[in-house]
């Protein structure tokens, strides 16, 4: 083949012809310039120009490689531009919200001191974890030692206890989002200080800024149980230990050697499932996270360890929780044979109400002495007395009245666990429901749609139809009351996005149901004792209660086409799909 004098010579040249390659044979040479092929046929061999190979999109990748490097650099020249600028209402610290990298904690940034931080954290132990008694700090476990050795612990604790300082929570409160989305989103960290931080955001998340995303940091802290592998015994193992090619007894489990998890560990399960559960029951979702005999386990080990004077009750809370689930899969599938006399619904009713009586009975104290399981117990009454709803418009009217009296029961009886539940909160000093966990303001929440539906709905009833009706105007006062102490427990600050703090979103709830309870005593000619009240000549003993109503999970029981405003304050307290009469009721 004749050499290339035309300046392609710096291109590497295949060893294939032109010729050769056309027809596709191969390409023999004995160190001639043309080719055995060529020279049999008498044709010219020309070389054949090589093509550029293709690396891929090397190039490309590297310039947007450099060009993602320069956008980093001018972010982070903007930021520090930014940090000798006055802090935006956007943005906290003077840092903006694209700034998900770690950096100075709370205290390093001047959101608080030292000393205020111990003061939170005394807070928290004193009056926050009787609440919530799955997270326990130890006494050695100062502000300090926290703050080097579980920092989103740390974080999380003065977030829920700083309730006194409204724009401060809030503050603290984007922080807690902000670590997660950096440690855990961001670096894939998998820590038990994550775990337990995330309780306590979980545990108080009414207090921090809407949205709540309640169900996905539900499931990140699932999700750091399973990687943890907290939800079963250090020692246990599966099918999946022994598929190894070659036995290498050098890899042996790094838990293999530890006979059970600490009680702090077991606190943490416990302490998912709880919120888990509570969570799917009253808002009908699903965690996939259910009550396993291990779980029953650290319970047991719990009380017998009893390290926390706290640790004798999440044995019993476990046990009305399962009773709660019991009750949520026969609403589920059942609740309507309800309304059919001697039905096995009926039945299994009868035997979820002799299980609560053992409870009671059962139970080592008095229940009152113990006001979170004291609302637990009542809630869960209610949870199972509330399935007669569900048959009123169904089986009520028209039936044999002697039928009527096994549902008049449990409606009755679902109004008396309500009013305890408003009992138990009355009891409280005034100030000490700030401390409440999200799970009790949602068992206050159930109870009040409850009651408002048992006594608008049976009041007609045959039998003890009278009896509701007369709880009319104590309810309406008991109302009017509940609106009048949550309003004072508001602060009235604004945060740096203008919103207020949630208990006087708690009173604008309250307020709609008061406006829709006196259009329907008005209906029925029935003055509504509350209005008009001076607050100063009400007694403090008989002052109802606020909640967080996001979390019910009523929506089968509480339907009224009739009422368009009353089904938009429900669709939005619900957190359902907003509805087009939605700016009736700003909630």
Request: charged fraction near 20%.
């Amino acid at each position: 083949m004749l050499p290339s004098n035309d300046g392609r010579s710096a291109t590497p040249l295949p060893k294939t012809c032109q010729n050769c390659a056309d027809s596709k044979v191969r390409c023999v040479r004995n160190g001639d310039d043309i080719c055995n092929r060529c020279n049999r046929l008498g044709k010219e061999c020309v070389d054949r120009k090589a093509r550029r190979r293709f690396h891929g999109f090397q190039k490309d990748m590297k310039i947007r490689a450099l060009e993602s490097k320069l956008d980093e650099l001018m972010r982070t020249r903007q930021n520090e531009s930014i940090s000798h600028s006055p802090s935006s209402p956007g943005s906290v610290g003077g840092l903006s919200g694209d700034d998900l990298v770690d950096r100075r904690d709370v205290i390093d940034q001047g959101f608080l001191t030292m000393e205020s931080a111990e003061a939170l954290l005394s807070t928290f132990k004193t009056q926050m974890i009787p609440h919530f008694p799955f997270i326990v700090i130890y006494s050695h476990e100062t502000a300090e030692y926290l703050r080097k050795e579980k920092p989103f612990l740390f974080l999380a604790i003065l977030s829920a206890a700083s309730f006194a300082d409204m724009p401060l929570q809030r503050l603290l409160g984007n922080e807690t989002k902000r670590f997660i989305a950096s440690r855990m989103v961001l670096n894939g960290e998998v820590s038990f200080d994550l775990l337990q931080g995330l309780l306590v955001y979980l545990a108080w998340s009414h207090y921090f800024t809407r949205p709540y995303r309640f169900t996905q940091f539900m499931q990140l802290a699932i999700s750091l149980i399973i990687e943890l592998r907290l939800d079963k015994p250090p020692q246990a193992k599966s099918w999946k230990n022994n598929l190894q090619l070659k036995p290498d007894h050098g890899l042996k489990s790094q838990f293999a050697s530890q006979p059970a998890w600490s009680l702090a560990e077991q606190r943490a399960i416990v302490g998912c499932y709880y919120i888990a559960s509570t969570f799917m029951v009253l808002r009908q979702r699903q965690f996939n996270f259910s009550l396993t005999p291990y779980i029953e386990n650290c319970c047991k080990t719990l009380y017998n360890a009893a390290e926390s004077p706290y640790d004798k009750y999440i044995m019993h809370m476990i046990q009305l929780q399962r009773i709660a689930e019991k009750i949520d899969r026969l609403s589920m599938q059942h609740a309507i044979e309800l309304g059919n006399p001697g039905s096995a619904s009926e039945l299994y009713v009868s035997a979820l109400k002799a299980d609560l009586e053992a409870f009671r009975a059962g139970f080592p104290v008095d229940l009152h002495k113990t006001q979170p399981l004291d609302m637990q117990f009542h809630a869960t009454e209610l949870f199972l007395y509330q399935l007669s709803l569900s048959t009123i418009d169904h089986h009520f009217h028209g039936q044999n009245p002697s039928n009527h009296t096994f549902k008049e029961e449990l409606l009755f009886s679902a109004l008396i666990a309500a009013e305890s539940i408003v009992n138990t909160f009355n009891s409280l000093p005034l100030g000490a429901e700030i401390a409440l966990s999200n799970t009790e303001w949602t068992q206050m929440g159930f109870a009040i749609l409850i009651t408002n539906k048992i006594i608008t709905t049976a009041s007609s009833l045959p039998g003890k139809g009278a009896a509701f009706s007369q709880r009319k105007f104590s309810w309406s006062s008991t109302l009017e009351h509940l609106r009048m102490r949550i309003q004072a427990l508001s602060s009235g600050k604004l945060d740096r996005n203008g919103d207020r703090d949630a208990f006087y979103q708690f009173s604008q709830h309250i307020s709609n149901f008061i406006e829709w309870f006196t259009r329907q005593n008005a209906l029925a000619d029935i003055p509504f004792v509350g209005q008009g009240m001076d607050q100063n000549s009400l007694p403090v003993a008989t002052m109802a209660t606020p909640e967080l109503f996001i979390q019910t999970g009523v929506d089968d029981f509480f339907q009224f086409p009739e009422d368009e405003a009353f089904n938009a304050a429900l669709d939005q307290i619900l957190g359902a799909s907003p509805s087009p009469c939605q700016g009736l009721l700003k909630l």
